[in-house]
């Protein structure tokens, strides 16, 4: 351990078992990253794919979604930048519903969550399967905002938050992994941050 | 990409840094200069995370644009901007002195980079002119300013980082709340006519400021002409 002189914790609470190492809670406020211009989407026009290695290639459009039975996420939600935000209610469709319609073929491995904006993020399939992973478009009970990646973003709350793609578009089924834009720009290629998978090499 | 073009550096292990030099940018940035003990070339526009911790073990960790120029050295600046209630850069701010040493590790990213061989027009708001200030240096270390374009916002004069070395015929300065005498452009926000017009030929733009800034800015850019598609953002600071 290499302490820095003169710093000590500021708290004497005890730390948020919630919290994975490295990181602190950002409380109410909810940070926005992102590489690109903030898109505006039109929902008449909005559609999510799930294609490649499926039995059955499906569009849905956003009547189609809001349909679907609805799933929520009570927990919290982790960015590779260090802040975290606890106790936080998503709701939407679970991507095994999705998949469910489309079936993944025998082979299917991996996906590749695209956004509007043309962002990817890869996944292995179990990271969105069995409860893992939902398209959500409410943040507390009300719409999600554009800046936090509405109507739609991707959700994979057990992994850096990179891997949850804003204004997302669709699933690519594949049966290999392709990494998509922050894998292939430096970070690392899963990101659990209980296992603190920043960067390449972590 | 073409061969000659270098890959994204990978972020290596936590390193120890050397504080060699602080000195004020604005009455609420510093400016520190470290040395690395492994040379670590950067790109213009990456990032280092400093770490501290404290003898119970707690860490605090933050990422820090550089400031500096890719130069072949184990030397690279950041700037800190201290922000209220800041954790990590209230210590910086308050107790590192030249001598003392901090945990670092990068350069860290690959999209918000300029690698000094393509036309660029940086707009920044406030210390989101951090990253940007590295590609200038780099340009004009090349002797190619002439590709890039340089548009700066902040709120009164005080507030302007590198204020003596930013001037230039590649930059312009926009003042939201206060500029300095006889400054000839009104203070106010920034709009289209403050932006290069016409837009360079196949630029890329380069956002970084707080999120509503860099909003505010990319619609210009696209407003201007540049495609959506050219435009990377670098934000910071949660939403209102």
Redesign the interface.
Known sequence: ??????????SRQA?DSRLPP?Q?D?GD???????????RLDLTSWRFTVEGLVDRPTSWTWDEMQALPASTYDGDIHCV??WSKLGVTFSGVSVDTLLAVARPLSSASHVVATSA??YTTNLPLSDVTKGHAWVVWEYGGRPL?V??GGPARLLVPHLYFWKSAKWVSGLRVLDHDEPG??E???YHNRGDPWLEER???D | MTDSTPAVPIPGRWQTAVVVEVHPETPSAKTFRLRLPDRSPHLAGQHYVVRLTAPDGYTAARSYSVASAPDGSAEIEITVERLPDGEVSSFLHDEVVVGDTIEVRGPIGGWFVWRGDSPAVLVAGGSGVVPLMAMLRLARRAGRADLLRLVVSVRRPVDLYYSQELVGPETTIVYSRESPPAFLRPPGHMVEQDLPSPMPVGATGYVCGSSGFADVAASLLIGAGLSASMIRVERFGPTR
């Open positions: 351990m290499n302490v820095t002189r003169g710093f000590r914790r500021r730390r490295g602190y950002v406020s909810w940070p926005v990253l992102t590489a690109e211009a903030t898109p930048t260090t904006t043309g905002p800046e936090h834009f922050w292939a720009n430096g960067y390449q090499g």
